[in-house]
Structures are given as C-alpha cells and as structure tokens.
C-alpha cells in the first residue's frame, strides 16, 4: 500500500514526497496546483512509485476513493503563505477548514492514520516565549484579515483531536513555525526566498516594519525527517506537537546574514507594513518554538542552522529555482 501526501506539490509536500520515496514508501499525491507546481516533483514522477491526481482536496468523492488505497495519510494541503491569505479570504478558509474534513471524514471511515500540518500562526500575538503546544491561542480581531488563518487552522485541529477523543482514530497534529528550503518561492511573500532573489538580483532587500520582529527558521529536511517520525510513534498519537528550529533572528538581522551570504551590494530598505500588506495586517513580534516535547517524543534536533539553511536556498535559486 501506498501513503498519500495532500498538498504533495508544493514546498514542503515535495521534499516529504522525496523523503518517503527514499524511505520505500510507494507515493499517491493530490494536488490541485494551486499554489503548488508539477516543477516540484517532476524529477519523481517516473510514472511507477509516484501518482500525481491534480484536483482538490475538498472533492469528497475523489478524496474517498484515495484513501482507502492507502496506509496512511499526511494532509497538507492548505492556502500557503500570509499574503494569499490577506488577498483572498474566502478560497483560504474554505480550502483549510473544508479540505481537512474531507480529508478526516475518508480517515475515520477506513480508519487510516492521519497527520495534518498545522501552523504556529495558531498561537497568533501570544507573547509569551517559547511557545509550549498547551499555551493559549490569542487571536486579533476577526475584521484583521491575517487571523482567519490561524483560526481556520485552529478549528482543523479541533476536529482532529475530536475523531481522536471520540473514535480514537490515530491522528497527530503538528504545528511548523517558519520552514525553509530549497525550491521555497517567494512569490506568496515568505521571507527567506524573498530576501535571496532581491540579494542575487542586486534589488533592495525589503524589510518591513522596523525590522526588529523576529522568526526561527527551520530547514524543511529537518521538518520533513520529523514528520515522518512522528507519523510513525504510537504516543505523538492524539498530540499537538510544535516542529521548527530555536534559533532566532531579527528580520533586519536576517537581510544582513543574506547580504553578507550572497556578495549582493543590494540595499536594506525599510518599508511600513501598512505599504507591503494593505489593511488587514497585524506582524508578531517574536515566535520562537518550544521543543521540548518533540524531543522527548523522537529525539529531534535541528541538524542544519540558519547560514545552512540561505546557503541551500542560494544554491538553489542559481541553479534556477523559480522566485
Ligand atoms: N518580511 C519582510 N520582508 C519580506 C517578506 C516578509 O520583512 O519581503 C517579514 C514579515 O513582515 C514578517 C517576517 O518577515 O515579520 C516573516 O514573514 P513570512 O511571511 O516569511 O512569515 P510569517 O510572517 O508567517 O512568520
């Protein structure tokens, strides 16, 4: 039997795609290239161990049909990045929340064991820091467009923990804090590839805000080797649990290191939020992942850290990764 990987098209759907497949796994993807694209996963389809079916994850039918050929199933088809989802609201929380209950549904019914890829967008403008999996979620206003993202997440993981609690349907929840990697576009506005293409173009590195807010970001083989594991662990099963990487950096701290990586002469500019986003915006300050229950649980450690990380992003833009 196979494993399918919805969303398996995209950034981190591809490399988990390549980390199965090395794994022996034999690979069905769903995938309606949305924001996703058949470039990530062409050197795989040799037509034998990978089937690509290009529709949504919100065809019920189509979603039945495929889960019952499988063993196991990693759902990660999602609206992608923060931009899109200030820019198109209604697509964003219908594919989050109706996807995932398509998805679930299919699960509970041949009760095949379920990961989803929820996000550290769910802590929202929590303060605290690290973030732990049991802290609150504090969510702005719902007139500010960003947190329908967050809540439409949150409410995914609500309904998997409910299939746990009531028909102990094995499922894990993992929350990814900023993830990155080669093949990453910054076309739906993450930061990493974004700061890459203007440094290797020689444009003005944009920062936005005052540069101060700061990310950890985590190398998607780290992410990928980590949902594998965990799909995998009998007691991640009915867990929330917080995949990413601990060290942290400021965002004007983060356009240097790509400067200095790069050779690029491009300038830093700060630009005001309410000019890269429009209304509908709020940034977090810091979001910094707790670990210590991954640990325990597999034995994670980041292996790759940041320089590792924009240097395989470099490398793959010139070998002509699209921006
Ligand atoms: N950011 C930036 N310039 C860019 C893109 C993003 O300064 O060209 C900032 C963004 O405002 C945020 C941080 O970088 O403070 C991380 O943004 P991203 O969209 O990558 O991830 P998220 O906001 O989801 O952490």
Redesign the pocket.
Known sequence: MSVLVTGGAGFIGSHLCRALLAKGEDVLVIDDLSTGSYDNLADLDDGRRLRLIVDSVNHEALVDTCVQQVSKVYHLASAV???LIIEQPVRTIQSIVGGTESVLKACARYRRPFLLTSTS?VYGKGSKVPFSENDDTVMGATSTRRWSYACAKALDEFLALAYWTEARLPVVIVRLF?TVGPRQT?QY????P??VSQALRGDPI????D?Q?S?CFAHVYDVVEALCQLMDCPAARGQVINIGNNEEIS?EGLALRVKEITGSDSPIVKIP?QQ?YGEGFD??RR?VPDLSKIAALIGYRPQRNLDQIIRDVVESKRQGARD
């Open positions: 990045g923060v931009r967008e900023n910054g506005g993450m930061v990493v974004a700061f944009t920062v936005y805000g540069g807010q990310r965002i939020y890269a940034d977090m979001r």
